[in-house]
């Protein structure tokens, strides 16, 4: 046997081994690992043939360039079917303006969602008890704790949607969480009208009015509901402001004030007034909501002569303004009615505005646009939003 024909059989056992036990093994093998394993296989059993074949490969006569390992008999692996697309809703944002959403479908940016909505009566006149209430677009509401008529003048929902607090017909402050459970008495002789009380953001404080018995306005304290003896840091200035809301940064804190709004540091130190405002022209008794840094305003602005609501617990809104400049902030209402506005932590602002016999919420995002609507449940038209939360 000579060295040629030696060449020749090795390359034709080479051949049949390609051919053979290539095949079948990639086909195995791409069944347990795919594509890329199979194509691993390949290559590794061609170099051990190249090995034992010896220079075959290189001096076999009239031979073509050897196979690439992509060369080798194919397997596609067979797709995985690829899931029907869920139809997105289309945003209400193309809605004819006045109309509400088909169904009262919500649609949110990944960014932008609406947060849980707390609601109460609309008018503690016509209620002697009644349940707060929650809802979230797309959920049903819910019932939470039952309260006085009392508590709803100034009750407050804190951050986080867990505790409530207010101030009872026999002036002491309360808190509880919303379903009723761990209620506690904090303190004693607070004014329930003008201040009620306020959660601070971060939920370590409220602010409180104390009650006193002579015609004299009490101070305006910060009690510390995460100190054992529920210390209370005094504000030094004396003024008659009411209604308070904070900012969702914890530095700005507007309170009514006279006729007008002014905006308060968390220490009481005034910080400076909303321009706008005078005895004899724009009015307003309750500020509802403030941005998150403070520089706008959701409340309800009026004439002397005009509705000025109920000043202890009126939550409607007409106007939002920037607190610099006094100006007018424009809203994507469709032509609807406003009726309230408040700021979320990220700065977009749950809309209300009604429709037909009830109301619709609309997500708007901090620079103004609409981002979805939503047709509030049929149980919260005689009901207004005290609170949203994240």
């Given amino acids: 046997m000579n060295d040629q024909r030696l060449r020749l059989d090795l390359t034709a056992l080479a051949d ?3 051919s053979v036990d290539l095949r079948d093994r990639t086909l195995r093998t791409s069944r347990r690992l795919g594509i890329q394993r199979a194509v691993a296989t390949s290559a590794a059993a061609l170099v051990l043939i190249a090995a034992a074949a010896g220079t075959a490969f290189a001096i076999r ?19 995985s079917p690829t899931p029907t697309p869920t139809p997105t809703p289309s945003s209400s944002a193309g809605d004819t303006p006045g109309a509400p959403p088909s169904g009262g479908s919500s649609t949110n940016t990944p960014s932008v969602q609406f947060g849980k909505l707390f609601y109460g009566p609309a008018s503690v006149a016509q209620v002697k008890t009644a349940n707060l209430r929650s809802w979230r677009p797309g959920d049903s509401s819910v019932r939470l704790l039952a309260l006085p008529d009392i508590a709803f003048m100034g009750l407050s929902v804190s951050s986080d949607g867990q505790r409530v607090a207010w101030v009872d017909d026999n002036s002491d402050l309360v808190v509880a969480d919303v379903d009723g459970s761990d209620k506690q008495k904090i303190r004693s002789r607070v004014d ?11 939920r370590r404080q409220l602010l409180f009015r104390e009650l006193l018995e002579t015609s004299r306005p009490g101070r305006y304290g910060m009690l510390d509901m995460r100190s054992a003896v529920k210390a209370v840091r005094w504000w030094t200035s004396e003024f008659v402001p009411c209604n308070a809301v904070w900012s969702a940064d914890g530095k ?28 004899d022209g724009w009015q307003t008794n309750n500020v509802v909501s403030l941005a998150p840094d403070g520089s706008l305003i959701a409340l309800l602005r009026h004439k002397p002569d005009g509705d000025d609501g109920d000043v202890a617990r009126d939550l409607r809104v007409n106007v939002v303004l920037d607190t610099r400049t006094g100006k007018q902030v424009s809203l994507p209402l469709g032509g609807r009615t406003l009726d309230q506005v408040y ?13 037909g016999s009830g109301h619709a919420v609309l997500l708007v995002d901090e620079d103004g646009k609409k981002i979805s609507e939503t047709v509030e449940p049929a149980t919260l038209k005689d009901m207004q939003i005290l609170a949203v939360v994240d």
């Avoid at 031979?63 to 067979?78: R, Y």
């Avoid at 329930?192 to 971060?202: L, R």
């Avoid at 700021?343 to 429709?355: A, H």
């Fill in 252 to 279: 700005t804190i507007a309170m009514n004030n006279d006729y007008g709004v002014t905006l308060y540091g968390a220490d009481g130190t005034k910080k400076r007034v909303v321009p706008g405002f005078s005895e």
């Fill in 16 to 18: 049949e081994v390609t």
């Fill in 61 to 79: 006569p009239d031979q073509s360039p050897p196979p690439l390992p992509a060369d080798t008999p194919s397997v596609t692996a067979s797709p």
């Fill in 343 to 355: 700021f979320q932590t990220d700065g977009s602002m749950v809309v209300r505005v009604k429709t």
């Fill in 192 to 202: 329930p009208y003008c201040v009620g009380a306020a959660w601070s953001p971060d």
